[in-house]
C-alpha cells in the first residue's frame, strides 16, 4: 500500500455539476462561485464547455464565464471542447488548458458526441495538434470506463487502449470516467491496474460519480494503488445529460474529508468549500445533499459564526 502524501483535486462542479442542473445557475452566480473554490484553495477548476448549447444549454455562458472570472495566479482554469469549432470558441474566450473527451462504448460515443469512438478519436487529432502548438495543456476524458448505461460491462482492456491511443494523441493526462457510477472497489482497482500497464500512473485521474454510493470506497482503492489526481464536483452537482439516472460526482467536500482524515494533504479549506457549495445551492434553491456539506452546515447552524 503506498498512500499519495498529496492529491491534487480537479474541482468539476463548475461544468461536470452544472452541465446537468435543471435549475441552472446564472452566469453571475457562476463566476461567484468559481471565484468561492479558487479561495478555498482548488488550483483546477474546469469551468465551462464549449460544447453546442442545443446538447447542453447550460454550458452556452462558459465565453461570459471566462471573461468574467477573477483569474488567481497558480489556479488552472480549464473548458472542455467536443470539436475544432469549440476549441477555436475556447481559444477566443481565453481559455488556457483544455479538455477533450471519448468514450469506452460505442452507444455512449454516439449518444454524447454523435459519432463512433473511432471517429471521436479522429475528431480530436486537430484539436490537440492546435492546442500543443499554442502551448496549452490537454486532458482526455474517457467516459464510462467501469460500466456503461447501454452496453453494460465495459472491458478494461479496451479503457487501457483507448487512454493510451489518448497519450499518443497529446493527452497529458487522462481521467477515468466512471460515468453512472456504478463501479465498486476491486473493479476500480483492476481498471486501474489494466491502464496503469499502458499509461503511466502519474498521468491518470479518477472521475467516479457516486450514484450507487460507491465513490469514496473506489477512490480509496485506487489511491493505494498511488492515484493522486481525483476529480470531484463541490456538493456533488450534477450527473451526465447522456446517462440517464446517474448522479453527481463523488463530492469534493467528501472527498477532502477523507484524504484530510487519513492525513493526505490537498492545500484546499474544507469550511470554505462547503461555504461556496452552500453560496451556490442557495441561488438554485436546493440544501446541500452530499454527506460531509450537509454535516457542516448542520454545525454551522447550530453555532453560527461570531
Ligand atoms: P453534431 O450535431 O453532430 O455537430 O454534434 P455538427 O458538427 O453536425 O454541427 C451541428 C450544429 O452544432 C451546427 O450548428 C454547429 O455549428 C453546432 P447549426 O449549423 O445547426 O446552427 N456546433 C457547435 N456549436 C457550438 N460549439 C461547438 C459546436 N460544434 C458544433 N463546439 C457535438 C456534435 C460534438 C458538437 C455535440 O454532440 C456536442 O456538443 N456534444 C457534447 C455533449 C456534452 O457536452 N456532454 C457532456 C460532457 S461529457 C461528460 O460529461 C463526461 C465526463 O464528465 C467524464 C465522465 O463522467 O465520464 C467528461
Ligand atoms: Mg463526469
Known amino acids: 500500500m503506498s498512500l499519495p502524501n498529496r492529491v491534487r483535486i480537479v474541482e468539476v462542479g463548475p461544468r461536470d455539476g452544472l452541465q446537468n442542473e435543471q435549475a441552472p445557475l446564472g452566469t453571475a452566480q457562476k463566476i461567484r462561485l468559481i471565484d468561492d473554490l479558487a479561495a478555498a484553495g482548488l488550483t483546477d477548476i474546469e469551468v465551462g464547455a464549449f460544447v453546442s448549447p442545443k446538447w447542453v444549454p447550460q454550458m452556452a455562458d462558459s465565453a461570459a464565464v471566462l471573461a468574467g472570472i477573477n483569474r488567481r495566479a ?4 480549464p473548458v472542455l471542447v467536443p470539436n475544432l469549432q469549440g476549441f ?3 481559444l477566443a474566450a481565453g481559455a488556457r488548458e483544455i479538455a477533450i473527451f471519448a468514450a469506452a462504448s460505442e452507444t455512449f460515443s454516439q449518444k454524447n458526441t454523435n459519432c463512433s469512438v473511432a471517429e471521436s478519436l479522429k475528431r480530436f487529432e486537430p484539436v490537440v495538434a492546435r492546442a500543443r502548438a499554442a502551448g496549452i495543456p490537454v486532458r482526455g476524458y474517457l467516459s464510462c470506463v467501469l460500466g456503461c448505461p447501454y452496453e453494460g460491462a465495459v ?7 483507448l487512454a493510451a491511443a489518448l497519450i499518443s494523441l497529446g493527452c497529458n493526462e487522462i481521467s477515468l470516467g466512471d460515468t453512472i457510477g456504478v463501479g465498486t472497489p476491486l473493479a476500480a482497482r483492476r481498471l486501474v491496474e489494466t491502464v496503469a500497464a499502458r499509461v503511466p500512473m502519474s498521468q491518470i485521474a479518477a472521475h467516479f460519480h457516486d450514484t450507487y454510493g460507491q465513490a469514496l470506497a473506489n477512490l480509496h482503492a485506487v489511491l493505494e494503488l498511488g492515484i493522486a489526481v481525483i476529480d470531484a464536483s463541490v456538493a456533488g452537482l450534477g450527473g451526465c445529460p447522456y446517462a440517464p439516472g446517474a448522479s453527481g460526482n463523488v463530492a469534493t467536500e467528501d472527498v477532502v474529508y477523507m484524504l484530510h482524515g487519513m492525513g493526505i494533504e490537498t492545500g484546499i479549506d474544507l469550511d470554505a468549500l462547503a461555504q461556496a457549495g452552500w453560496c451556490a445551492l442557495d441561488h438554485m434553491g436546493r440544501a446541500p445533499d452530499a454527506r460531509v456539506s450537509r454535516a457542516l452546515r448542520h454545525k454551522h447552524l447550530k453555532q453560527p459564526p461570531k
Open 155 to 161: 472491458d478494461p482492456a479496451r479503457v487501457a487502449a
Open 88 to 90: 477555436e470558441a475556447a
Open 74 to 77: 497558480g489556479v488552472r482554469y
